[in-house]
């Protein structure tokens, strides 16, 4: 320990003639000391030494790990110690399982029911998913049981039987989210997931190599009536009935590359979900024209993101009178964008973001007219606005824009990407 404190110069005093207690430090000194440790076990050895060095550490500690990691620490003495300091305040926990450190998970999450009881997350990524497993993996949810607090799930890569006969035992789950989908799991194994989720609020699958399960989601809604917020990743391009989900009020619809989407599908939301869609997400989905009016029917829509918008039908979204919030990720260049662009803020007075992406194509003519045309109409606005423009790189441009709207009140102007309450990116999407 002297040849530690010695050797920084920020403790050199300690080095005089006049001998120090180390006990007799304060606060600030001990928190230097704990900065120059870099390793959390480290950080808990010298917190052991004494009662002042522990109370310093468990009033860092919680700051920092609201989130941890299974892999943070190695051994279950470690982890006691460190739950006993910072356990109140963990929220959420991501274990890798199937590989190194299964041997402890079982009194590790002993742990966590012992000391975390705000712990609402367990994220649970399933390694070497291809390879035929054995009972040691099967044994994961029936551990994870003991925390009655579990409101959130995770399981990325299970196989199926990982999870077919324990999962529907989460009754209390409001967040679920399967990340990639058993190609050997039954139709039959994949309905009984969601028995008992009366409580669940949001859903989220990505299908990978089950990608045969998509037919199956418009039997779900007897199994989760009141989802509210539904995520569908990589499902097949014939997925064309999503089910009646009454409470549903956010669709996050995702696919790998930019590809077209089933017409039926636009057909079946616009038919079933016009009086209660409220948050719209098209990622990596490219919308066609002749599918326009199906999406313009959501006249409930606060908010809708959408990759790629046929750029001569911009104005056509101006019929989404309640957007509160607008997201454009990618549009071709087109005559008098301008002016379709003030068309949609018109149109939509609750209008307060509009995000366009790093993919637009607006020369910087016509983004100089739009700026000129919008900072006109809300010189007497009273209403916030906030305008994101990603694709605007050049510092030259940015200054020049901001110097336009440097005098307007309730109004923000950014280049890079920012996130209000409505666009805010999807927890459990997976896709970049």
């Not at 199956?216 to 089910?243: S, V």
């Not at 662009?341 to 007075?349: G, V, W």
Request: net charge negative; hydrophobic share 40%; charged share 25%.
């Amino acid at each position: 320990m002297d040849k530690f404190i010695f050797g920084c110069p920020s403790f050199s005093f300690l080095s005089e003639k006049r001998q120090i207690n180390i006990l007799q430090l304060n606060y600030d000194c001990y928190s230097e000391i704990f900065s120059y440790l870099t390793k959390l076990e480290d950080k808990l050895n010298f917190a052991r030494v004494h009662p002042q060095f522990r109370e310093v550490l468990a009033g860092q500690l919680p700051q920092r790990y609201a989130t941890i990691q299974r892999s943070m620490l190695k051994t279950i003495p470690d982890w006691e110690f460190f739950l006993e300091l910072c356990g109140e305040k963990v929220l959420k926990c991501e274990l890798l399982y199937g590989g190194y450190g299964d041997s402890i998970t079982s009194e590790f999450i002993g742990l966590l029911k012992l000391y975390c009881p705000s712990l609402w997350h367990i994220m649970v990524l399933f390694v070497d998913s291809e390879i035929e497993v054995g009972a040691i993996y099967v044994d994961i949810l029936v551990l994870l049981r003991q925390l009655e607090g579990l409101k959130s799930l995770t399981l990325t890569d299970a196989k199926a039987n990982q999870i077919n006969s324990q999962l529907q035992h989460f009754e209390n789950l409001e967040t679920l989210d399967l990340d990639g989908l058993d190609i050997h799991l039954s139709d039959d194994d994949f309905l009984q997931l969601f028995h008992s989720k009366d409580k669940l609020r949001q859903l989220s699958i990505r299908f990978g190599r089950g990608i045969n399960k998509c037919g199956l989601i418009n039997e779900l809604p007897k199994y989760c009536p009141n989802l509210e917020h539904l995520t569908l990743e990589r499902f097949a391009l014939t997925f064309e009935d999503l089910g009646v989900f009454h409470k549903l009020r956010a669709l996050h619809l995702i696919l790998r590359v930019y590809l077209d989407m089933n017409d039926n599908l636009y057909r079946y939301i616009a038919a079933n979900y016009i009086e209660r869609l409220e948050h719209l997400e098209l990622k990596a989905i490219k919308v066609k024209s002749h599918q326009l009016p199906h999406i313009v029917k959501l006249r409930k829509l606060k908010a809708f993101a959408c990759y790629k918008w046929p750029s001569e039908f911009l104005q056509e979204l101006g019929q989404l009178i309640h957007l509160e919030c607008l997201s454009l990720r990618c549009c071709e260049s087109v005559k008098e964008m301008s002016e379709q662009l003030m068309a949609i803020i018109i149109n939509c007075p609750h209008l307060e973001h509009l995000k366009l992406g790093k993919h637009i194509a607006m020369s910087m003519k016509e983004l100089e007219k739009f700026i000129s045309n919008l900072k006109t109409l809300r010189l007497n606005a009273k209403n916030t606005f906030l305008l994101s423009l990603e694709f605007v790189h050049s510092l030259e441009w940015q200054e020049k824009l901001s110097d336009l709207t440097r005098n307007l009140n309730n109004f923000t102007l950014t280049f890079h990407e920012v996130n209000c309450q409505h666009c805010q990116t999807d927890a459990h999407s997976h896709f970049e």
